[in-house]
């Protein structure tokens, strides 16, 4: 509840800040300054259990310990997001505090789709993080392939949107309280009717396209590429990881006692995704096209949380959520001062920038789910969420081996950065462009990568608190 109102609050202060703040560098301040006050009242809330404004919700909010602790994930990656990209905002168009003003915006409905009690919530918490990505990747209004990525990501969002709408019908039609809270739709675990089997179908197609699952997943490459870089950063990681969550908490607390009659639908959705998001990756040339279809990928490791629904399930989301924000973060705050996005632009980038290519192969190491990262503990976890169902084995042994098709992909980004020699004419990154303040917290980001790898616990066990 505090980060909700926080976020909300904040978003309208820095569109009040765009009015009378000239400086373009001024909005960049003042959003760390939010993320932090937000990351404090939420670690606040979590601590003594009470929110700053009691205000009545008539339960259609539910905090818990695993809520507040995506939300601190989620709040904390936002933060990391500011300091590192917190210039290059500044450079994609003149309306920058407006920018930070959207980010917030979209957190305030990150916040409401993570602790949702009802699907009325859940729709209007998507809907506060759906219209507010549309404009920033359109931001960059010279570009043609940014209007294009905002053109196309809203048609399909607001189709995607209708299908939900749909199955919220269909689901308060079917149900025998006419109730929209998840807790009501479904009693016992009888055969589901047939109005009920409708809108859980609408809502597993819904929610599949917003985490850009396969065979829903056509808009990803094209939007991700054509946003603004420093807006896919975001796009991919904290959004994405917000609307897993809310995949898994509407499945378990409306659905879960149906779980065997809609498993094996989550199991065509792995397969696909799996194989449709390594397989593509593999043949792509673009450096921010392939972390676009590795993301599909990287969902497909996701809906294991789905399918598996158990402790495991859920303490692997959280660490998924942390570990791929923090990496594809680093990564995309890299790709934004490269001169070319291309896999050759990186060549002899260990030689020129040695800081930037190392923690750039951290990022890819976890990604790929090496030993000693947080990606590799994460995807560990929600393998053994699968193991502990005793279903479908087979299903991780086809995990494992999608894993292994993308070290190709990954690793060919490390062998450009430093068994390839870069254009004698050019380099990979100007020196004017890289910091020292940025390489600090490139550091500080691989090492949080390999904390989390070697002591999941710091992150697992904030869901007991």
């Known amino acids: 509840m505090n980060a909700i109102i926080l976020?909300?609050?904040?978003?309208?202060l820095m569109m009040l800040a765009g009015a009378f703040?000239?400086?373009?560098s001024t909005p960049k301040y003042l959003a760390i300054a939010g993320a932090v006050l937000a990351l404090v009242v939420n670690c606040m809330e979590m601590n003594t259990g009470m929110p700053l404004l009691n205000i009545e919700d008539k339960n259609m909010l539910a905090t818990n310990s695993m809520n507040l602790t995506f939300i601190n994930i989620a709040l904390g990656c936002t933060l990391l997001y500011f300091l590192l990209n917190g210039r290059d905002i500044e450079k994609v168009g003149e309306h920058v505090s407006e920018y930070f003003a959207?980010?917030?915006f979209v957190l305030c409905g990150i916040g409401l789709i993570a602790t949702f009690n009802t699907l009325l919530i859940l729709f209007i918490g998507i809907e506060i993080v759906s219209i507010?990505?549309?404009?920033?990747?359109?931001s960059d209004k010279r570009n043609l392939k940014s209007n294009e990525a905002a053109l196309k990501y809203?048609?399909?969002?607001?189709f995607s949107t209708g299908i939900m709408l749909l199955g919220i019908a269909f689901l308060y039609g079917g149900s025998e309280t006419g109730s929209f809270y998840i807790a009501n739709i479904i009693s016992g675990s009888a055969p589901m009717p047939p109005m009920i089997a409708i809108g859980l179908v609408l809502l597993l197609i819904s929610m599949a396209f917003k985490v850009s699952a396969a065979p829903f997943h056509f808009w990803t490459p094209d939007v991700y590429d054509g946003s603004p870089t420093v807006f896919t950063s975001f796009m991919a990681t904290v959004v994405k990881a917000a609307a897993f969550f809310a995949f898994v908490r509407l499945f378990e607390n409306a659905f879960g006692s149906l779980q065997a009659q809609w498993q094996k639908l989550i199991v065509v959705l792995i397969v696909a995704t799996l194989l449709i998001g390594n397989l593509t990756a593999v043949f792509q040339q673009s450096v921010k096209r392939m972390l676009a279809y590795s993301s599909i990928a990287q969902a497909g490791f996701m809906l294991f949380a789905v399918f598996a629904l158990n402790g495991l399930?859920?303490?692997?989301l959280v660490l998924y959520a942390a570990a791929y924000s923090l990496a594809s973060i680093g990564l995309f705050a890299i790709l934004t001062r490269m001169n070319d996005y291309t896999i050759d632009g990186f060549n002899g980038l260990g030689q020129h920038q040695p800081v930037l290519a190392l923690t750039a192969t951290v990022f890819l190491l976890s990604l790929t789910g090496i030993p000693l990262t947080a990606g590799f503990m994460s995807k560990f976890y929600m393998l053994q969420a699968a193991i502990h169902t005793g279903k479908q084995m087979w299903l991780v042994i086809f995990a494992v081996l999608c894993?292994?098709?993308s070290a190709y992909y990954y690793f060919r980004v490390i062998q450009a950065m430093y068994f390839k020699d870069s254009n004698?004419?050019?380099?990979?990154?100007e020196t004017s462009s890289v910091s020292t303040a940025f390489k600090v917290l490139l550091i500080v980001t691989a090492v949080l990568i390999i904390a989390i790898g070697l002591f999941p616990s710091l992150i697992t066990d904030w869901l007991y608190f």
């Open 21 to 24: 703040v000239k400086s373009k």
């Open 102 to 104: 959207l980010i917030f």
């Open 424 to 429: 004698a004419d050019s380099v990979p990154v």
């Open 132 to 138: 507010p990505l549309y404009i920033l990747t359109g």
């Open 154 to 158: 809203f048609l399909m969002g607001s």
């Open 403 to 405: 894993a292994a098709i």
């Open 7 to 12: 976020t909300a609050v904040w978003g309208v």
């Open 313 to 316: 399930a859920k303490e692997g």
